[in-house]
């Protein structure tokens, strides 16, 4: 039994610690929603924990999976963050998804006490944090990775080791690229076709049949069909990430034409009130410009 901490409990952070804690870890918990930590400690064990500081005292490793950069920074390195508990060669993990620059600043700003950073963000949504099948894309020392390998592995089933610090973060972020594009041709391919009076699930059945089969779509589809919208990946966040790739772009100098049109759909999305629902979600700003919906 390992001594972890775990930080962040929202759609992915409450599952995630509570595998830790069916693995058998004793688990110090915080979120921004104090009652969050309680009711996993009544549920699962583990202690409640009123800062991250607090955590930090009672952990050998402690992960956190906030929503964006600036949460990230404030609960490691801000009043009652984890840098005023930490031991030496405690390891400190993000799962979040943030800008690859915060991961080597988190570094240098946790080594003079000798503690370790990795950034290690994840993929799966809600589903793949309930069932602990979540990937991991690490960036840091790959001594340190290994070191905590076998606390990752109760939360996610492939674990990829990408380089140095912030090599995971622009990993994740390629992925979510590539995610996030897919996603906004399914929407202007199915209403397209809706509109023209192809059945929508005849439509996916063709799609899965050819070329453009995709994973994504299969997964989504359904729930576009049935109009449920309830979030398993919110689009606020991923229009969050969307603005971390054309940052990262911007600074690598490599152009990004279809994603920069792809974030202002999502933007958009947001404007409309969508922002807390699945990314899925984003079909209707274009269902609503088109005049059709995409529906069983």
Same mark, same amino acid.
């Given at each position: ?23 058998? !870890? ?5 979120? !921004?929603?104090s009652e969050k ?20 005292? *009672? ?23 984890? %840098? ?6 405690? %390891? ?9 620059? !915060? ?16 950034? $290690? ?7 793949? $944090? ?12 790959? $001594?340190?990775?290994?070191? %905590? ?15 140095? !610090? ?8 390629? *992925? ?43 997964f989504k589809a ?45 933007? $958009? ?28």
């Open positions: 039994m390992a001594k972890l901490g775990f930080l962040g409990l929202g759609i992915m952070g409450y599952p995630m610690a509570r595998n830790l804690l069916k693995a058998g !870890h004793a688990v110090a918990l915080w979120s !921004h929603s930590a309680r009711r996993l400690a009544e549920e699962a064990g583990g202690t409640a924990c009123a800062t991250p500081a607090e955590v930090a005292r *009672q952990a050998e490793v402690v992960f956190l999976c906030v929503g964006d950069t600036q949460m990230s920074e404030k609960v490691i390195l801000g009043k009652d963050g984890l %840098v005023e508990g930490l031991q030496p060669d405690a %390891v400190v993990v993000d799962a979040s998804t943030v800008a690859p620059s !915060h991961s080597p600043k988190m570094r240098d700003a946790l080594a003079p006490k000798g503690v370790h950073f990795l950034d $290690a963000p994840c993929t799966g949504s809600k589903p793949g $944090a309930e069932s602990g099948t979540l990937t991991f894309m690490v960036g840091g020392d790959r $001594a340190v990775f290994e070191r %905590v390998k076998p606390f990752l592995e109760p939360m996610g089933k492939q674990l990829f080791y990408c380089g140095e !610090h912030g090599k995971g973060l622009h990993a994740k972020l390629t *992925q979510n690229l590539i995610l996030s594009n897919i996603l906004q041709a399914f929407n202007e391919g199915m209403i397209l076709s809706t509109k023209a009076g192809v059945d929508p699930k005849l439509m996916l059945e063709i799609l899965d049949k050819s070329a453009a089969k995709s994973g994504l779509i299969n359904p729930y576009v069909f049935a109009r449920n919208f309830e979030t398993n990946f919110a689009v606020k966040w991923m229009h969050k990430d969307l603005g971390l790739m054309l940052e990262s772009a911007r600074e690598l100098n490599v152009p990004l034409p279809i994603t920069s049109l792809t974030q202002q759909m999502f933007r $958009a999305a947001v404007a409309c009130g969508h922002g807390d629902e699945d990314i899925c979600s984003t079909i209707k700003v274009l269902e609503a410009w088109a005049g059709v919906e995409v529906k069983a």
